[in-house]
């Protein structure tokens, strides 16, 4: 019985993918000028941070990876002990991505207009998609994109939490629980043949950071929400499962 209430939900949130309105947003002005707006700020606490650099760190199994940081902003939450070889970011601010660090290059590009990233085929160990999936208005495109340019056992990340611009996300994800958020990401990942079956680490009810400035409210840390599948390949990676230390 559990299974098949697994899989009645699971058809339910693949029919929002078709709903009329699943894309929807409350604000529908040209995304290049709503992000034109720098905002260098952190969008988790810091105990939500450090365990999405942690988990990013974990699954990074490559000595010297070529990453894609996929909708950037000023900071990719790679550790420092990853060295990759490269590190691409495509986003829409110019400052911010001008700011990030970690970054060795990086394009313009508005994958809501048109989600055909600007790379050739199988040049990328990782794909980086951080706090930003709620906001994809093609996400089906987008992650049959991303499985083009990752290289045969490269790893597609997808990091969400539950902060999120209100007027910019899609209908489809606001009107879901977290739980529900989490299985849709999945189906995504299912709907690509290219990618393994993905794989989910979730990370919530921890105590906020003391020094938060939420932290007199009792709630507790931003949630971490991490779905992340491998592309198929002949010589298949052996990633562990991420752990908090």
Sequence with gaps: ????????????????????DA??????TDDKVFYAVDRFVEHLDSLA??????????LIVEETPVILDLMAGWDSHI?????????????????ELAGNRA????????????????????????????????YMTQPLEVFTEVARVLKPNGVFIVVFSNRMFPQ??????????????VILVEELFKYVELFEEPRTFVSRDRPRPVDDR?????????PVYVVYADRKGPHPLVRPQPHME
């Excluded at 019985?1 to 009329?20: C, D, F, G, V």
């Excluded at 941070?49 to 974990?58: A, F, R, Y």
């Excluded at 060795?104 to 999936?133: G, K, Q, R, W, Y």
């Excluded at 939420?214 to 931003?222: K, N, Q, R, W």
């Design 1 to 20: 019985m559990e299974a098949r209430n697994h899989l009645k939900r699971t058809s339910w949130l693949i029919r929002q993918l078709y709903a009329p």
């Design 23 to 28: 894309f929807a947003r409350r604000d529908e």
């Design 49 to 58: 941070l450090s365990t999405v650099e942690q988990v990013i760190g974990q």
């Design 79 to 95: 550790p420092q002990s990853i060295k990759p070889s490269r590190v691409a970011g495509l986003g829409l601010n110019p400052n």
């Design 103 to 134: 970054l060795t290059d990086f394009v313009l590009h508005d994958i809501n207009e048109n989600p055909t990233l600007p790379f050739p085929d199988e040049c990328f160990d990782v794909v980086l998609n951080t706090v930003s999936i709620d």
């Design 168 to 181: 910019k996300v899609v209908k489809m994800w606001w009107r879901l629980n977290e739980e529900e958020r």
């Design 214 to 222: 939420h932290a007199h409210l009792g709630i507790p840390s931003d």
